[in-house]
């Protein structure tokens, strides 16, 4: 049988699925990776563990194959690319491109915008994170209801701030490209598959809400929809901003709500839009890029 020029690594774990349809429903040709089998592919999507990704991006990448990645492995050394943000940053000598934690894409997109016309200072959010960012088992704790409102269960450092907190502060501030101040605090709920966030943000100039809205309304995949519901943004591949108002002792300040469907543009959809942003989208799977 002849070989595919793209494979899915891990396409049994949650974002391996959302993902596997995506590319099925785009009929894009791709194999399954099976361990031990071939790493001689032109584009890897790799959704699988970080001890999984260190071990077998290597072997893709010495025989040139440009991967996107889901863990957290390399995204402090690689780039870490929202493509509505940061795509053009990429070049062809990029072969291994990391993709953002879930609630880092939610927040920097709702925020990208924002920081264009007004500048960011600060932010200081709170996330409502849904089961389906835990994996199968915690997914089957939602369905049982047995998953408990909760701190988020990574570790904590010496100064009380768990992994996720950590993630989220680091990876906005590079995808960004300013050294703003962020503090968060990221919480588990008893939620399928959306995730939500509260956000203070501060800005450096004086807010026109106005102008707030319309810039959110007009950057690509990201809506202002004060009806929004989980129901709405449960499959959908847009990020929405349900709430956008001033903070009446600070004209300088704006507080948002925002809901994502954490396996899609919180993962998949941002890994296939990578691919799509640096393939040409009418030939993915002939890999022509216009890098």
């Keep these: ?15 391996g699925l959302e993902l596997k349809k995506q590319l099925e429903e785009k009929d894009i040709a791709f194999d399954c990776f099976v361990r031990g089998g071939n790493t001689n592919y032109k584009l890897a999507f790799f959704c699988v563990p970080n001890a999984v990704a260190i071990d077998l991006v290597p072997q893709f990448l010495n025989n040139g194959c440009t991967i996107i990645d889901a863990s957290s492995a390399f995204r402090q050394s690689h780039p870490l690319i929202i493509p509505e943000i940061n795509g053009s940053t990429l070049t062809k000598e990029d072969k291994l491109i990391a993709s953002p934690n879930c609630t880092t894409t939610f927040l920097a997109l709702a925020l990208y915008p924002l920081h264009k016309h007004f500048h960011l200072k600060q932010i200081i959010t709170s996330t409502y994170q849904a089961a389906s960012g835990g994996g199968k088992k915690m997914l089957e704790e939602y369905k049982n209801r047995t998953l ?24 906005t501030q590079k995808i960004l490209r300013v050294p703003i101040d962020i503090s968060a605090t990221c919480v588990r709920i008893c939620q399928k ?29 990201l809506v202002f929809d004060p009806d929004c519901t989980i129901e709405k943004a449960e499959g959908s591949p847009l990020t929405y901003v349900k709430r956008l108002r001033p903070v009446k002792s600070n004209p300088h300040c704006l507080e948002l709500f925002m809901l994502g469907d954490q396996l899609l543009k919180g993962a998949s959809t941002n890994m296939l839009q990578i691919a799509e942003y640096v393939f040409d989208l009418d030939a993915i799977s002939a890999l022509k890029s216009p890098l």
């Design 148 to 171: 408990q409102l909760r701190l988020h269960e990574s570790e904590e450092d010496v100064f009380g701030y768990n992994a996720e907190e950590n993630k989220m502060v680091f990876e």
């Design 193 to 221: 598959r959306v995730h939500a966030l509260s956000i203070f943000a501060e800005f450096e100039k004086t807010i026109d809400l106005e102008v707030a809205k319309q810039a959110i309304q007009d950057e690509p995949g």
């Design 1 to 15: 049988m002849q070989q595919n020029s793209i494979v899915l690594v891990g396409s049994t774990g949650l974002v």
